[in-house]
């Protein structure tokens, strides 16, 4: 009998217990619910406010028939009523074999700085070894910008206004049309406002073939010094130059070397060229530009001593 009336009083407070946490949890559920819906309208709300911010973007525009001749154009979401956007103009790398438009590297954190103020993004493919060796390859990074300047108007782009930027490969070869504007010319491109050239260590190419060298040049490059020469911004460097930013990682024996060279070189034709030593890997000069910080400001500061209007979208003061 004790023992039933024991089993009673523990029932009897387990009961009392779930009523009390019942009572709590139907008293918790409304202000629950209402946390629950404030912060499912708060993802919301900025999912919202992410779409609106993204870029549009056009896939494969060609510019020739290759199938590599094809460029991606980032629209600016909220583009200015009043002004064309100014184009930032980007060539990847790859050793001239390798290499895609769509890599990370090469968009992700350009496309969130710049698009949000207003810039047209292009990245671009070109043909590549063993279809196109690097003065061909030149001529297609000229053909694509050529294609853009002629379509700029209709993305809401100002065609005079392109900042040529490039990475590795893809900086040896805007350099090449920068140093000397005639191959760009020949293909049909307009002048722009200047290049951008991250972290090319083949700004001239005789010294590194005639010394020991990574394996990669050797398909790029081959034997011919004429060759070699034609391929050279340093070599081909004239007074109708535009004017160049040359990133450097001081981590690596050559490059800033070669840079140094490329704007003394410069400097002495009469044509505007600065060096930017960072203290940082090949591949980060290219993947952190475009993240807050030194780095993205210094190249800003290039980029908007080109143009007052390239100045004013860099405004730091804008969100």
Not at 18 to 40: H, K, N
Not at 181 to 196: C, D, K, N
Not at 203 to 225: E, T
Request: glycine share 6%.
């Amino acid at each position: 009998m004790a023992c039933s009336s024991a089993r009673k009083s523990r029932y009897g407070a387990v009961w009392r217990w779930a009523a009390s946490a019942g009572v709590v949890f139907v008293l918790a559920q409304p202000a629950f619910a209402t946390t629950l819906r404030e912060r499912i309208q708060e993802r919301r709300a900025k999912a919202q406010d992410a779409a609106e911010q993204s870029p549009r973007v056009l896939r494969d525009v060609p510019y020739g028939t290759h199938p590599k001749q094809r460029m991606d154009i980032y629209l600016p979401a909220n583009p200015s009523e009043t002004s064309a956007a100014p184009v930032i103009f980007m060539v990847h790398g790859g050793g001239w074999r390798v290499g895609d438009k769509n890599a990370a590297s090469v968009v992700q954190n350009k496309i969130a700085r710049w698009s949000p103020r207003g810039f047209v993004f292009i990245s671009i493919n070109n043909r590549l070894l063993p279809d196109a060796d690097p003065l061909e390859q030149a001529r297609d990074v000229a053909r694509a910008l050529a294609t853009a300047q002629q379509q700029a108007s209709t993305w809401g782009a100002d065609p005079g206004k392109f900042i040529l930027m490039g990475h590795s490969a893809g900086a040896h070869l805007v350099a090449l049309l920068a140093a000397s504007p005639t191959l760009a010319r020949e293909s049909g491109a307009a002048p722009w406002l200047g290049t951008v050239a991250l972290d090319s260590a083949a700004l001239d190419v005789a010294p590194i073939m005639q010394a020991k060298h990574f394996n990669l040049y050797d398909p790029a490059f081959g034997i011919d010094p004429a060759y070699w020469r034609a391929v050279s911004p340093l070599q081909v460097l004239d007074g109708s130059a535009r004017p160049v930013l040359t990133v450097c990682s001081s981590r690596r024996e050559d490059s800033c070397a070669q840079a140094r060279g490329f704007v003394a070189k410069a400097t002495s034709l009469g044509v505007r060229a600065q060096v930017l030593s960072q203290d940082l890997s090949h591949g980060d000069i290219n993947q952190l530009l475009g993240k807050p910080g030194a780095y993205t400001e210094a190249v800003e500061a290039f980029m908007a001593s080109l143009s007052a209007p390239v100045a004013s979208r860099l405004d730091s003061s804008k969100p």
